[in-house]
């Protein structure tokens, strides 16, 4: 599979993967304020950092390699499928694109995008008719769309784990946190009782299951 | 304002995505999962054009949705709430 040609150096697709996925989001997010283009711009970040490893050039693998080489001796890391590091290490070591974390991976992305269009949809209709939005996603979570934005991140990561993702990770985590507050505030005092009733209904980002208890997003 | 595609999902509170939305959703997906599970090697480079091409019609789209609905959320009096 890796034979005939480079596993790297592919930035046709580093550019084409980048663009499909940022699309793709921005699809679903329309990002109108400078704080949606904030969110926006670190995910889109976080997305070019990712395709530029996954394609390009492989920075974690070659920062690695000696470590890798001597855990896991027989693994070719400069083919493609060895950069499905997850796979290699804890996985079924059969292609990796069939493992158990791509798998999950998957399922992360795309319930985040999904949840993202969801949020999307409510969000639009509740802004043009000046209300909030507290239906659909909103009624489960005070932020869907930046949650989403986590799911899909979270799910880059167990597919494809750079040094570099890794490190933005725990960053945006806050920032987004950051900007969700920041953003509260504000409605807060345009919404006032009702946004404060809303607040009291409903979490932030883990959404409820049944009484209370918290739910297995990332921290 | 009162747009032709407006009262396909014009019932109050109503969580479902128009069908369009939806088929833009899933154009998208569609591709998107192609390029995660499919050997991504350099025969994915030869449908680079057509891809992109592909990608024009789904664009317009999505343009033209912006569009035709008129006016866009004022951002300034309402902040959003993602």
Redesign the interface.
Known sequence: ?ST??P?YG?W??VL??SV??I??AF????P??R??WR?FGMYSAFVVALFTE??GFPLTLYLLSGWLAQKFPGVDFLA?DAGHLLEVMFGWRTNP?FGPF?VLS?IF??GG??LL???W?????A??E?R??M????AVI?????AAFVLIMFGFLL?WPTLVTLAMFPVLLVAYARLARH??A??LA?FGDAYRDYQRRTPAFFPRFGGKGASRQAP | MHETHDHSHRDEGNDGMPLRNKLVWIVFAVIAGFYLWTEHRAHLLGALPYLLLLACPLMHLFMHHGHAHGKTPPDKSNPGQP
Do not use: C
Request: proline share 3%; aromatic share 18%.
């Open positions: 599979m005939q040609s596993a592919l046709g697709l084409l993967n499909l996925f699309l793709f699809s679903f997010y329309k109108h304020s704080r949606d969110s996954m394609y493609h694109h791509h998957s992305i795309f995008f999904w269009a969801k949020a949809h409510v969000l639009y209709h802004q043009r000046s909030l939005a239906t659909g996603p909103y005070r932020h869907p769309q930046y597919q953003e509260e504000e409605v345009r």
